[in-house]
C-alpha cells in the first residue's frame, strides 16, 4: 500500500511557465516532506523540504506548499527553466524520535519542459 | 571536498554469481541506506544502518545482504537469491544528529546480471 502517492507519471510545460508537481500522502504520523530532483543514471539531488508547523517553503523558483488536512503537497517551479527536465520525487517521513529511521519516497513525476 | 562515492559506475555479472557494490561517504554521516530504483517503481528501500555494526531490512531485502564495519562505508551483496537483479542501485546518508531524516545519494550503481 503507498503511502506516498504521486499520482502523475509525467508532465510537460512550456519553458517560462509554471510547473506544479503534485503529491499525497496518507500517513497521518508523516511531519516533514522533501522534494528530490533525479536526471537520468545520477543520483536523486534533495531540492527543498517542508515540516508540518508550515504551510508554506520557498527556495529561489521552488515553492512547496502543504495541506495537512488533505495530506496534499505540491512542487511550485516558476519560471520553468529547461535543465529543470527531470524526475521528481516526493518524499515523506516522521520526526526521528523513537522511530524507525525511514523515508518514503513516491513513484515519481517526470517533467519534460518544453521549448 | 565532501560527499558519498558509489563504484563502479556500470557493472555486469553473469547470473549466478554474487556480486558486491561499494558505498562510501566522507560526510561523518551516522545512517546509510541502500535502494534500487527501477522503471516506474521509484525507490525502495532494501538496508538501512543507523549506526556501525547494526543494520535493518528494508522493504526489499530478500536476495541481498550488508555489512557495517566502518562509520564510512555500507557495501551492499547482491546474492545469486535475487531474483531479478538488474536495476540502478542508490546508496545514501544522513546524520543522525538532527531531527528531520534528510538524505543525500550517492551517483548509483546500474548492475546487469546477464
Known amino acids: 500500500d503507498q503511502q506516498v502517492k504521486q499520482n502523475s507519471p509525467s508532465l510537460s510545460v512550456q519553458e517560462g511557465r509554471i510547473s506544479i508537481l503534485n503529491c499525497d500522502y496518507t500517513?497521518?504520523?508523516?511531519?516533514?516532506f522533501l522534494w528530490y530532483k533525479k536526471y537520468p543514471a545520477e543520483g536523486p539531488t534533495f531540492l527543498i523540504s517542508?515540516?508540518?508547523?508550515?504551510d508554506k517553503n520557498e527556495d529561489g523558483r521552488f515553492t512547496v506548499f502543504l495541506n495537512k488536512s488533505a495530506k496534499h503537497l505540491s512542487l511550485h517551479i516558476v519560471p520553468s527553466q529547461p535543465g529543470d527536465s527531470a524526475v521528481y520525487f516526493c518524499?515523506?517521513?516522521?520526526?526521528?524520535?523513537?522511530?524507525?529511521?525511514?523515508?518514503?519516497f513516491g513513484k515519481g513525476t517526470r517533467l519534460h519542459i518544453l521549448p | 571536498d565532501g560527499g558519498i562515492t558509489q563504484s563502479p559506475k556500470y557493472l555486469f555479472r553473469k547470473e549466478g554469481q554474487n556480486v558486491t557494490l561499494s558505498c562510501e561517504q566522507n560526510?561523518?554521516?551516522?545512517?546509510m541506506y541502500w535502494y534500487r530504483q527501477d522503471p516506474g517503481q521509484g525507490l525502495r528501500l532494501i538496508y538501512y544502518s543507523q549506526i556501525v555494526n547494526d543494520f535493518q531490512k528494508g522493504d526489499i531485502a530478500e536476495g541481498y545482504s550488508v555489512s557495517r564495519e566502518k562509520k564510512e562505508s555500507f557495501p551492499l551483496t547482491v546474492t545469486s537469491a535475487q531474483k531479478n537483479p538488474t536495476a540502478f542501485y542508490l546508496c545514501a546518508s544522513s546524520p543522525t544528529s538532527v531531527s528531520y531524516n534528510e538524505q543525500f545519494f550517492g551517483p548509483g550503481t546500474r548492475l546487469t546480471v546477464l
Open positions: 518524499a515523506a517521513s516522521e520526526s526521528r524520535v523513537g522511530r524507525d529511521d525511514k523515508i518514503i
Open positions: 500517513n497521518s504520523m508523516f511531519d516533514y
Open positions: 517542508i515540516s508540518s508547523i508550515k
Open positions: 560526510l561523518n554521516h551516522d545512517a
